[in-house]
């Protein structure tokens, strides 16, 4: 399908091929008589050095998609008609320690993927202009909203405010991100034409005009010159989360674009109208059925000709799918409350049903956009070809041989944390005191008697999924579906227990391993004081237990590569560590997609970068793996599962969806 919605759009492209030449790059025709100023919004039009410019953009975060995909992703963008990209940009990966940073230069296991310098200057040199997002606050669908985990761990904090202590910590990261950012401003012949301030700061119903100024200060004092604006769905919230007269306020929704749009009219009446995010698609939780998420192309095309024909400049979000690696996804709340029964994590595909695919594949939404954008935009520029996404590979089944139990990890990890009490993730006294951000903590507690009939009891509610284990055997019943997700050992239940054993035992061994399934990225401000692992009592027959050690399994790369201890595997239904390699003979190296529908829960690991979840609820039943996380010879993939490991690897030429009741 994704070849005949390319030659159908090259059809269309070459029909204007003969004028094409006669025409100005985006760039030349904004710059041809130099730069004498960026983006203005003083009047009832946008204005860019001067000129009319209706602002035509997609969404597209550096973050999620392979660098080796940047350059075609950004060109396709541009062949579709846009004139410029939008981006959020992640603190939490930038800074993922207190004061350690990493602009793709830092070292961090993000480190390829963090060079947003070099993907602003792609972004220009295919001739398109920058809207950039960063926040501090981004949601995203993103962990924690783009938030360092490790802000939780400062005493006395109040994130998302004019608190001065949560504010230091942003102006001493902003003042990092905006040395770079700077330079790359339009006036300073760079791209970016308006950066966000935060994100849709309605949505968290405390109006705080003195937080949105502060930021804005820090912004300037920083050398941040260029258009200042604010987004939100504003039907729903009004302008509590805006300052009308001092930042430009934009819309963020996908249906009623003339309601939207009207209101924005009517609280800036003589500013420029702009659609922020207009939702070409939508994302999926686990346990939601993928198939209700998707944007028809008749609504799609629909709303985007609305938009257009108001006439709106329009972002359109998301337009490049994505993914959201390793433990970087982010969750809803459905009780939006502290106590986490209501966690929604979201999949690690970021796919969207958007123009462009997770995997780099046109979809018709694509050609729909490019039609309407030819349609509305009065401006005529030149524009490339779109540069096809090769197909992906199905690799072959491998058996595997290797296994580590987790309780061998657990045993053999160098430096267990002597605590007597129960603590989180972000209190751990690491990485230089900034606590623990992603994987698992293990809460090990040795040398126990146990009576027969003992029963343990997790108080309030576990952060986010906890395996049991008593000297190395799983206690927890084994994963099925969704409905068992109400039972023990997940969030949804509230002081929970399960029966350690039915005979008396001495000098046992008992380990509550506890997985970070997302920190919430979406609500009102108490939504952000979230802590994993567990936070309250644990129990024996109603005596808490003290005197505790904790081994945080953060899965690291350079740990990932150098694991020890691989043998035959002796059980396959206990939490373990499966290897297979396999060698990669194809040049180019293509991408391809990592079956797991027959494994139950757990990580999937390629050499040594954790690519993602897996949960066999669903919908996600298969991972995207991109050729550039892939190399010529010998490959490595690790899985850690929960429960129960099938006795194959498997591929897949395409994206697996399915639930599991």
Known sequence: MAHWLLIIFLALFHHQAHSQ?????????????????????????????????????????????????????????????????????????????????????????????LD???????????????????????????????????????PDIKLRTNDSIYLSYVSRYFEKLFKIIAPLQFPNGGPIIALQVENEYGNTWNIDADYLKSLAKIYRDNGITELLYTSDPVLGVGVQGALLGELLVTANFNSNAKGNLDYLKSVQPDKPIMTMEYWSGWFDHYTENHTNNLVPLSRYRTVLEDILSYPSSVNIYMFVGSTNWGFTNGAG??????????LQPTITSYDYDGPITEQGQLTSKFNATAELLLKYNPVKTQLPEPVPALDPIKYNSIEIKE????????????????????????????????????????????Q????????????GYVRDHVLVLLNGKLLNPILQGISDLDGFGFWRLENSTIILTNETVKNATLDLVVENNARNNFGNLDQFQQYKGLID???????????????????????????????????????????????????????????VQFWTKGILIINGFVLGRIFVVGPQQSLYLPAGLLQEGQNEIIVFEHFSAPTHLEFSEEMIYGLHY
């Open 116 to 154: 947003v310098e070099k993907f602003i200057k792609l972004a220009q040199e295919e001739d398109l202009f920058v809207l950039l997002r960063p926040g501090p606050y981004i949601c995203s669908e993103w962990e924690f909203g783009g938030l360092p985990a490790w802000l939780l761990g400062i």
């Open 537 to 595: 009592n644990v129990l024996i027959d109603e005596t808490i237990l003290t005197d505790w050690e904790l081994v945080p399994l953060e899965f690291r790369r350079s740990w990932n590569q150098q694991l020890k201890g691989w043998h035959n595997i002796t059980n396959r239904n206990v939490p373990s560590l499966y290897r297979v390699t396999f060698n990669v003979s194809s040049v180019p190296v293509r991408d391809t997609f990592v079956n």
């Open 448 to 459: 126990l008697d146990l009576n027969a009939g003992a029963v343990l009891k997790i108080t």
């Open 333 to 342: 709340d459905a009780t939006y409350g502290l106590n986490n029964s209501g």
């Open 403 to 446: 296994q580590i139990l987790l309780s061998e990890l657990i045993d053999e990890y160098p430096s267990k944390i002597q605590s007597s009490n129960i603590i989180p993730m972000e209190k751990l006294p690491i990485n230089n005191n900034s606590g623990q951000t992603f994987g698992y903590i293990v809460y090990r507690k040795s």
């Open 21 to 113: 030449e006669e025409l100005p790059t985006n760039y030349e025709y904004y710059t041809n008589n130099g730069i004498v100023s960026g983006l203005s919004a003083n009047q009832s039009d946008f204005l860019l050095n001067g000129k009319n410019i209706t602002i035509l953009s997609g969404a597209f975060h550096y973050f999620r998609v392979h660098p080796n995909y940047w350059r075609d992703r950004l060109r396709n963008m541009r062949a579709a008609g846009l004139n410029t990209i939008e981006t959020y940009v992640p603190w939490n990966l930038h800074e993922p320690y207190s004061g350690v940073y990493d602009f793709g230069n830092g070292s961090s296991d993000f480190e390829e993927f």
